[in-house]
């Protein structure tokens, strides 16, 4: 196979990895927003979203092109296979991001309970869920793949994150009924969370594979 | 692996001359199963399937040592017979060489040099090998014709029908495809995937996609040595030597 196949597949790595900061970029936006209750921030994080799914799908044309052009095997093989996983998994990660974006719009009219999004450990767990991401995303650009090596102690974190989060929403919401919309709402943001650290675990797996050529599984 | 082994180098060297062509290769080979051998050109595999029956013999400044054992019998020992062995093991190689006789002739020829003369017996062979060749619907109303005038595929299943009739157990294949267009190339390679239900298959290729698609083992060799040996899955989709991997994704060679 020839160079220009080599010189491709390292440019198509280059944009997946642009397109994983952009998704990155939305969710930690959406959850900055979130802090400083700013809707028109979060309405910023919405515009986004065209741009990563255009990019979604001209990624996934430009690797499947490279599949019917090149065949590429082994490590090629593993690498185009690895980039089509992160593809799909940082779009879900995105789209959390403006789903999270869409709650701050929706709740930003009641100025009532602003603390419940530190008192709730929202942006905590937002900051392990993103390093997280970007920790399978390093390694996804350099192999490094003690990087991703604790990412399932890391995500039982996140996961006793969210079941905090869920019995202290609860309980908010039990004392003074009138937080409720909010809380549930938030509550939803702490399961968007929970399902970004899950794509940051998929990631990884298959980063890992790309590595070593071993299918791991990470819980 | 959990084959039955059929033919087993061990440390196997040949030289051509002061050249050492093939260095310590011992490898299990086993039975109704597609084993490619893939390299750079120049790194032994042609050489390597030339000893598998002795095709090496007719070349002056050839020595060999170590061993290959066909069911467990050193086929260069004093007492093994050439003849028998090249039988028993078949060779296709890259460009169809068929004789300048008939269709008929061309597979009859085998049978007939090991003895048989009875018209029906050859009549039944002829259309049994060229049917397992995957060629008797295409020639069965012009077996009389001179098999010059068949095309390029045609003639390369011909041969495998000429190797095929003298009831061979394995069948070497030297670049079988290499003088073929896309779609004769195919019909060669589904040929191959028919043949390893009742025979050992040993491919050489330098198509990497054509030994990824149809063998079941690959061997890597580089500069005489056998790299690399295993399943195909393994040695494409994650080989274990760096210098394997660097040769299947196009790295060199």
């Known amino acids: 196979m020839s160079d220009k196949f080599h010189s491709e597949i390292a440019e198509t790595k280059q944009r997946v990895l642009?397109?994983?900061?952009?998704?990155?970029?939305?969710?930690?936006?959406?959850?900055e927003a979130m802090k400083e209750h700013d809707p028109d921030r979060a309405a910023r994080v919405k515009e986004s979203k065209k741009k990563l799914s255009d990019e979604t799908n001209a990624l996934e044309e430009e690797m499947y092109r490279l599949i019917a052009l090149y065949q590429p095997v082994a490590r090629d093989m593993r690498m185009i296979a690895c980039s089509l996983r992160v593809v799909s998994s940082c779009e879900r990660i995105g789209r959390y991001g403006k789903d999270i974006a869409n709650v701050v719009i929706s709740t930003a009219p009641d100025t009532r309970f602003l603390d419940l999004v530190p008192a709730l450990s929202l942006p905590l767990m937002a900051d392990?869920?993103?390093?997280?991401?970007?920790?399978?995303?390093?390694?996804?650009?350099?192999?490094?793949?003690?990087?991703?090596?604790?990412h399932s102690e890391r995500d039982d974190r996140v996961d006793a994150l969210r079941h905090t989060i869920f019995r202290d929403g609860i309980t908010y919401m039990m004392e003074d009924p009138r937080t409720i919309t909010k809380c549930t709402n938030y509550l939803m943001?702490?399961?968007?969370?929970?399902?970004?650290?899950?794509?940051?675990c998929k990631i990884a797996e298959k980063v890992h594979y790309m590595v070593t050529g071993e299918q791991i599984e990470i819980r | 692996m959990s084959e039955t082994a059929i033919i087993q180098t061990s440390d196997l060297n040949l030289w051509y001359g002061e050249n050492n062509a093939l260095t310590d290769i011992s490898v299990t080979i086993p039975d109704r199963r597609v084993t490619a051998l893939i390299g750079p050109s120049g790194c032994g595999k042609s050489t390597l399937i030339r000893c598998f029956n002795r095709m090496n013999d007719l070349v002056g400044s050839c020595r060999i040592a170590g061993r290959i054992d066909f069911h467990g019998n050193n086929i260069y020992a004093k007492e093994a017979d050439p003849v028998e062995i090249r039988r028993k093991i078949g060779m296709v190689f890259q460009k169809p060489n068929p004789f300048p006789r008939s269709v008929y002739e061309n597979v009859a020829y085998g049978p007939r040099v090991h003895g048989i003369d009875d018209r029906k017996l050859l009549d039944m062979i002829v259309e049994q090998s060229l049917r397992n060749a995957a060629l008797w619907e295409e020639v069965k109303d012009r077996l009389q014709d001179s098999a010059m005038g068949l095309s390029g595929g045609q003639q390369q299943r011909l041969c495998i029908a000429r190797t095929l009739a003298v009831e061979p157990e394995v069948i070497l294949m030297d670049e079988p495809c290499s003088a073929l267009d896309p779609i004769a190339t195919s019909k060669i390679e589904a040929l191959i995937d028919e043949l390893k239900k009742r025979y050992c298959v040993i491919i050489v290729t330098h198509n990497m996609q054509q030994a990824a698609r149809v063998s079941d083992y690959t061997g890597f060799m580089y500069l005489g040595r056998m790299k690399e040996f295993g399943e195909t899955k393994q040695i494409f989709e994650h080989p274990e030597e760096e210098l394997t991997e660097n040769y299947i994704t196009g790295r060199f060679g």
Do not use: F, K, P, W
């Open chain 1, 18 to 31: 642009a397109m994983g900061h952009l998704a990155v970029g939305m969710l930690q936006e959406a959850m």
């Open chain 1, 128 to 150: 392990e869920v993103i390093d997280m991401i970007t920790d399978s995303l390093v390694a996804y650009e350099t192999g490094d793949i003690g990087l991703i090596a604790h």
């Open chain 1, 189 to 200: 943001v702490a399961r968007y969370l929970e399902r970004c650290g899950d794509h940051a």
